[in-house]
C-alpha cells in the first residue's frame, strides 16, 4: 500500500526523506503543515502534495494522511508527535526524537494507546553498511575498546559568532551538538556494545548554553568506547572499533562506505562494505512502510519493538549525558 505522507518541517532534512520516500514508491506526499500557507505549498507543491495546513488539529485530523514525518526544532516534536497520534496516524520523528525520557515514555504510551507505531528517525541503522559492522563486531573475540566521531562545522555557528541563536544552538529548542549530531555516536554504541554501565560527557559550551562539542565516553565491564562529536569544529578522523588481534577501521558512523577489517597477526586488509545507496534515506524510509504496511507481521513487529527499545534506551543516555555535563532545557522542567 502506497501510504500518504504528511510533513511537518521544511528543512534540506525533509528534502532528503521526502525525496528517498518518493524513490521507494511507498509513499505519496499529501500534505504539508508550515506556519504559513505560501511555505507549506512553496515546499509541497513541487512534490504533488494538495493539502497545506498553518493549524495543527486541522492537520492532524485530515482524513487522507497515514503518516507524518516530523522534522520541525527538537523542543517541538513532542507535542505535535503526540496530536499527530492521538489523531490514530504514525509518526517519523527526525532525531533527536524528544528531548528527555519523560516525553518518550508519554509518546510511546499514545502510540500504544491509539494503535499506531512511532518512529525514531535514525537512518543509519538501517543502513547495510552499519548493520555489516555490527556482525563483524561479533567475530572479535576480545573487544578492547572504540572510538567513534562525527564532528562538522556548522554554517550556522557563523550566526552565533555574529551574536544571534539559531534553534540548533538553543536551549529552548533542545539543541547543541549532543542533540544533533552526536546522537549518531551514541546511537551506534548503543546499538554495538549495548547500554554502557556509566556514561559521561565532558562538553565544551558556547555562548548560547548549549554544547558546541564534546568528548564522550562510555564504561562498559570490559573496555570504553570514546566518542567525539561537535557543530563547531571539523574532524576528518576515523572510527575505530578495537580487538586484540583486529581493528575495524570506518569512515564514518553513518553513510558508512568503508569497513577495513584489519588483522594484526595475519597482516591483511578487508574491506567488507557494501556499495552505498544513493538515496541517504530510503533503507529507513522502505523498512517503516513495511512495518505500517504489515502491523500484524510477526517479522515486522520484532524489528519494530527492537529499534523502539533502542530509541528508549538512546533517549534516556543523552538525558543522562546532558545531566553530567549540566545542559538544561526548559523542556526538562516542564
Same mark, same amino acid.
Given at each position: ?29 499529501? $500534505? ?7 511555505? $507549506? ?10 493539502? %497545506?495546513? #498553518?493549524?495543527?488539529?486541522? %492537520?492532524?485530523?485530515?482524513?487522507? /494522511?497515514? +503518516? ?29 526524537? &524528544? ?10 504510551? #499514545?502510540?500504544?494507546?491509539?494503535? +499506531? &507505531? ?11 553498511? &552499519? ?49 544533533? *549530531?552526536? +546522537?549518531?555516536? +551514541? ?5 554495538? %556494545? ?8 565532558? $562538553? ?10 564534546? #568528548? =564522550?565516553? &562510555?564504561?562498559?565491564?570490559? %573496555?570504553?568506547?570514546?566518542?567525539? #562529536? ?17 581493528? /575495524? ?60 527499545? *533502542? ?6 543516555? *543523552? ?8 545542559? =538544561? ?6
Amino acid at each position: 500500500m502506497v501510504l500518504n505522507l504528511g510533513i511537518i518541517g521544511t528543512n534540506s532534512i525533509t528534502n532528503v526523506f521526502v525525496d528517498a520516500a518518493l524513490e521507494s514508491k511507498l509513499y505519496a506526499v499529501k $500534505a504539508v503543515y508550515s506556519r504559513t500557507i505560501e511555505k $507549506a505549498q512553496a515546499f509541497g507543491e513541487p512534490y504533488g502534495a494538495d493539502v %497545506f495546513e #498553518t493549524d495543527l488539529t486541522a %492537520f492532524a485530523q485530515h482524513p487522507e /494522511i497515514d +503518516v507524518v514525518y516530523i522534522a520541525s526544532p527538537n523542543s517541538l516534536h513532542f507535542e505535535q508527535a503526540v496530536e499527530i497520534m492521538k489523531n490514530g496516524k504514525h509518526v517519523i520523528v527526525e532525531k533527536p526524537m &524528544f528531548s528527555n525520557p519523560t516525553e518518550w515514555k508519554i509518546a510511546a504510551e #499514545t502510540a500504544k494507546e491509539n494503535n +499506531v &507505531f512511532m518512529f525514531d528517525a535514525a537512518r543509519h541503522i538501517h543502513e547495510e553498511n &552499519f548493520k555489516r559492522v555490527k556482525e563483524e563486531i561479533k567475530n572479535i573475540e576480545h573487544i578492547q575498546g572504540a572510538n567513534l566521531t562525527y564532528m562538522k562545522y556548522s554554517s550556522r555557528y557563523d550566526n552565533v559568532l555574529n551574536g544571534e541563536e539559531p534553534n540548533i544552538f538553543s536551549l529552548k529548542f533542545s539543541g547543541g551538538a549532543l542533540a544533533d *549530531l552526536g +546522537v549518531y555516536v +551514541v546511537y551506534a554504541a548503543i546499538d554495538w %556494545f549495548g547500554v554502557p554501565q556509566s556514561a559521561h560527557y565532558f $562538553a565544551q559550551k558556547i555562548s548560547t548554553g548549549v554544547d558546541g562539542k564534546g #568528548t =564522550i565516553i &562510555f564504561r562498559y565491564p570490559t %573496555f570504553d568506547v570514546t566518542m567525539q #562529536t561537535g557543530k563547531i569544529a571539523s574532524s576528518y578522523l576515523p572510527s575505530e572499533i578495537y580487538g586484540l588481534n583486529k581493528t /575495524i577501521s570506518l569512515d564514518g558512523v553513518t553513510g558508512i562506505s568503508t569497513i577495513d577489517v584489519i588483522d594484526r597477526k595475519a597482516g591483511l586488509k578487508d574491506n567488507i562494505a557494501k556499495p552505498t545507496q544513493k538515496s541517504p534515506m530510503i533503507e529507513e524510509a522502505v523498512d517503516f512502510a513495511d512495518v505500517i504496511n504489515h502491523p500484524n507481521d510477526e517479522r515486522a513487529l520484532k524489528n519494530y519493538q527492537e529499534w523502539l527499545e *533502542l530509541s528508549r534506551n538512546v533517549n534516556q543516555v *543523552l538525558y543522562d549525558l546532558r545531566a553530567d555535563a549540566g545542559i =538544561i532545557y526548559p523542556a526538562d522542567r516542564k
